[in-house]
């Protein structure tokens, strides 16, 4: 059987949803993170900023186009400090300007990543999957690379079939 981890990054409160602004109590990424764990097993780990991010949707997104320009890493409360007891790993998060969050890649760039599988999950609101395969294999080197699964964050609290099927199709 294999053994599987969750990385995840989520944004609680205000969220662009289906054209307008929504406060969310669980982010759409959160919500797909646990529907994987329902499905396949595996131990869930969000990822959390020791900054948080702005409250106000729009501020918050001015400050991930920042980071993303400069290529910053920001600093995390915790983190996956070994592979070794892992086989998959879904990498899951919001589209931000096309990718991940940077506090993903800061993660993801610590890791040894020879012998893992990664799956990448991507919540966005229209551009898909964005760059973030091609992201990730850049930050993942050593890595196999399963097919990625786009899941509109509009449509997320109804989509725990698709994501299911998905994840259970990929180990």
Request: net charge neutral; aromatic share 10%; with cysteine.
């Amino acid at each position: 059987m294999s053994r599987n981890l969750i990385l995840y990054y989520s944004r609680r409160g205000e969220n662009y949803c289906a054209g307008t602004i929504r406060s969310l109590e669980k982010g759409n990424t959160e919500l797909a993170a646990e529907y994987i764990q329902r499905a396949v097993g595996g131990d869930l780990f969000a990822l959390e900023t020791v900054e948080p991010y702005p409250a106000d949707y729009y501020a918050c997104t001015e400050q991930a186009k920042t980071e993303l320009n400069h290529g910053a890493r920001p600093a995390l409360k915790a983190s996956v400090e070994s592979l070794d007891a892992y086989d998959n790993v879904f990498v899951c998060g919001p589209c931000w300007w096309g990718t991940y969050p940077c506090a993903v890649f800061t993660q993801l760039e610590k890791l040894d990543w020879r012998g893992k599988k990664v799956l990448p999950l991507m919540t966005h609101e229209g551009s898909g999957m964005g760059s973030s395969e091609r992201d990730l294999k850049k930050a993942c080197i050593g890595a196999t690379f399963g097919k990625g699964l786009a899941v509109r964050g509009a449509d997320c609290k109804n989509a725990e079939a698709a994501v299911s099927a998905w994840a259970k199709k990929s180990i």
